[in-house]
């Protein structure tokens, strides 16, 4: 188990880096000094146990909630979010776990929503164009972007939410599970999608449970343990097996008691967190 | 909304295999019963309404359809439907204000007291009477943001505070009666628009509402999206100028005095109101608050401001549709803005289609619902029926409009479209 904190050495400045953030909800600290480093063009997987404090570290970055201590800093400047619109100011974009779109709205409607171009007579031809053409990058099966999304599939809201993500251009952009409701084709559309947005220079954060995504697409894996730093690993000198240890904070575990119960000797990659 | 001219090149947003086509008029209208078969019913179920009580009364009392009782009927429905304009505001929110009533009552005593009493000129009056409106949303949206109050219950004791300010203001005479010849009273009782200029403004309707789907259309087609086609956008146009004209004539003929220009100017507001909610960027956010608000708010959308917007043009409607009430009476007293006026404005917003549960609505649900409500209204009253009656029909359409949108619900959500 190599779990000895280990910062991201890629690139060169980090596009954001957090010291010491902390949370409390109450009596509960969801979050207990968690640093973090995001360089540009890097893919940092968040993991953790259920209730580690990986959504609470999104929504502190996305500016749901605020950090009651530590320090966020955004390409080298100290930055302070307390609200979703200095998340977006910054240039961090967010797509939630409970995805957060209007169901009355339609998928342009949706797509644009709160960055409606020319905002006094709205543009819906150039919002439409560009909508089609976000999907299309991203090979979505999405048949007409004038029904509501209600009417739209789990896996399809995901493309959507993942799609308005991408339209302010963001320097950050965090994924909180977002494999978790899709298909086969379009779980592997958003791992292509993710290593596109890394070629194209944004740091991207991904929470995930989903090993086998993760050991696919990060550069680094981040593990948060009871809402504490439990180890930086670089994706490529650590397994699956030892990525299990640090969440769950011991390598004699139930996911290792039951890879070697099935004695397959096969080196297991875990089917489901 | 979606046809195709030429086959030829694929539009992009038609290029789905799953697209049933629907191609020229005939696809556009199956596209519509298609639409509400699936529970979108748009303003199908309040035309039907109107058609019903339009037949019943005329075989009760042939005076209902005569066009000097329809051009009335049109002018007295202004005050209550500039109320109901602004109770659309709040519902789409999925809030509500009850204290339209008073807060147009509170008006009209401030525009009398101010214009009869102290010699205040009239256009001051009037905008004074309107901050109160401003001053009355701006007070609840600040306990409504801040301290999270209802709107319910904010409304409810803004309802019993303006309605006492109201009996304050008339103070023990109970009623200021305004002079016959001012401008206001002429607006709304006497200035009735010329039959040439009520022409001319048909055409510019059907002409405008052309020109504008075409403009769309070919701005879609030079995108490669897919628009309506000059057949469809033809026959829309012409129906409008077909119905407009027969309506200009039938108003102008027979001892009508035709349409007032109060009425015109309702109109205008709901166009206006239509544009804000359908192609602003503030509108739209309207819909997003009222849909979901956790998400508006994620998308970065200042919700609090969209609140105050909404609960500050629902009390200035509500002061402009109490100057109006004033100005139709010539008066105001203690029962103006009272009674029936508050559960009148609602009850139009939602026969209209404006759901009570917030994110769907139209500008167009108050004009058609404060008709049918006015209609109802002026119906019972040539048939010297009492106010009884007609509170217990009102009420009885107000139950069968909140049914008719719950069943069309469930039947979206059947259908997916939620």
Same mark, same amino acid.
């Given at each position: 188990m190599t779990a000895s904190a280990m910062p991201a050495e890629q690139g060169t400045e980090p596009v954001l880096s957090l010291r010491g953030i902390s949370k409390t909800f109450g009596a509960v600290?969801? =979050?207990?000094d968690v640093d973090l480093d995001v360089g540009p063009g890097q893919v940092v997987a968040l993991v953790g146990d259920n209730g580690a404090g990986k959504s609470t570290l999104v929504k502190v970055l996305a500016g749901v909630h605020t950090a009651d201590s530590g320090t966020i800093t955004f390409e080298g400047r100290e930055a302070t979010i307390v609200s979703p619109h200095d998340a977006q100011a910054l240039g961090i974009a967010t797509v939630y776990q409970d995805l957060a779109l209007c169901e009355n709205l339609n998928v342009v409607e949706n797509l644009f929503l709160g960055h409606e171009l020319n905002k006094k007579r709205l543009d819906e031809v150039a919002m439409e164009t560009r909508s089609w053409e976000l999907l299309r990058e991203l090979s979505?099966?999405? @048949?007409?972007?004038?029904? @509501?999304?209600?009417? =739209?599939?789990g896996g399809q809201r995901q493309t959507v939410a993942i799609a308005r993500s991408l339209l302010g251009d963001p320097t950050l952009i965090i994924l909180d599970e977002p494999t978790a409701a899709l298909g086969v084709a379009q779980t592997a559309e958003v791992l292509n999608l993710i290593e596109r947005l890394r070629e194209r220079g944004h740091g991207v954060i991904m929470v995930s449970h989903n090993m086998a995504d993760v050991q696919a697409v990060a550069d680094v894996v981040c593990v948060l343990r009871l809402g504490r730093n439990n180890g930086v690993f670089n994706v490529d000198e650590i397994s699956s097996e030892e990525i299990v240890a640090a969440i769950t904070g011991a390598s004699d575990n139930v996911v290792s008691q039951r890879a070697r119960r099935r004695a397959g000797a096969t080196p297991a990659t875990p089917q489901e967190g | 909304m979606s046809q195709l001219e030429t086959p030829a090149p694929v539009a992009h947003d038609r290029d789905d295999e799953r697209l049933v086509g629907s191609h020229g008029l005939r696809g556009a209208v199956r596209g519509t019963v298609d639409r509400v078969r699936a529970g979108e019913l748009g303003a199908v179920p309040v035309i039907l309404g109107l058609v019903v009580i339009c037949v019943v009364f005329q075989a009760l009392n042939s005076l209902f359809l005569s066009s000097e009782n329809l051009s009335n009927l049109l002018l007295e429905s202004v005050p209550t439907g500039v109320i109901a304009l602004g109770i659309v505001c709040v519902l789409l929110l999925g809030e509500i204000d009850l204290s339209v009533g008073s807060v147009s009552g509170v008006a009209g005593a401030i525009l009398c007291v101010l214009f009869?009493?102290?010699?205040?000129p009239g256009v001051l009056a009037i905008v004074l009477a309107l901050l109160v409106g401003v001053g009355a949303g701006a007070l609840y949206s600040v306990i409504f943001n801040r301290l999270g109050v209802p709107s319910f219950v904010i409304s409810l004791a803004g309802l019993l505070a303006f309605l006492g300010l109201q009996l304050a203001l008339l103070g023990s005479q109970g009623a200021i009666n305004l002079p016959f010849d001012s401008t206001l009273v002429k607006f709304a009782q006497l200035d009735f628009v010329p039959q040439a200029v009520a022409l001319v403004i048909v055409l510019l309707i059907a002409g405008g509402l052309f020109a504008t789907g075409f403009y769309n259309a070919q701005a879609r087609h030079k995108a490669q999206l897919s628009g309506a086609s000059n057949q469809l956008l033809l026959a829309r146009s012409i129906a409008v100028l077909v119905i407009g004209l027969v309506a200009v004539f039938y108003l102008y003929s027979g001892g009508g005095r035709g349409i007032g220009w109060m009425f015109v100017f309702f109109l205008v507001l709901v166009m206006v109101m239509h544009y804000v909610f359908t192609r602003t960027g503030f509108g739209r956010s309207m819909f997003a608050v009222g849909g979901n608000e956790e998400a508006a708010r994620r998308a970065g959308i200042n919700v609090h401001r969209v609140y105050a917007a909404a609960f500050i043009l629902c009390s200035t409607f509500a002061a402009l549709g109490g100057v109006l009430a004033s100005a139709r009476l010539a008066a105001v007293n203690q029962q103006s803005g009272g009674a029936d006026v508050n559960l009148n404005a609602i009850a139009a917003a939602v026969i209209g289609g404006t759901s009570l549960f917030g994110g769907r609505g139209s500008a167009i649900s108050a004009l058609l619902g404060i008709l049918v409500i006015q209609a109802i209204s002026n119906g019972l009253t040539l048939l010297n029926l009492n106010s009884s009656y007609r509170f217990m029909i009102t009420g009885g359409v107000l139950l069968l409009a909140v049914a008719v949108d719950s069943v069309a619900r469930r039947s979206r959500a059947s259908s997916g479209r939620a």
């Open positions: 600290a969801a =979050l207990t979505a099966k999405i @048949p007409t972007v004038r029904i @509501p999304v209600a009417s =739209l599939s | 009869v009493n102290k010699g205040v």
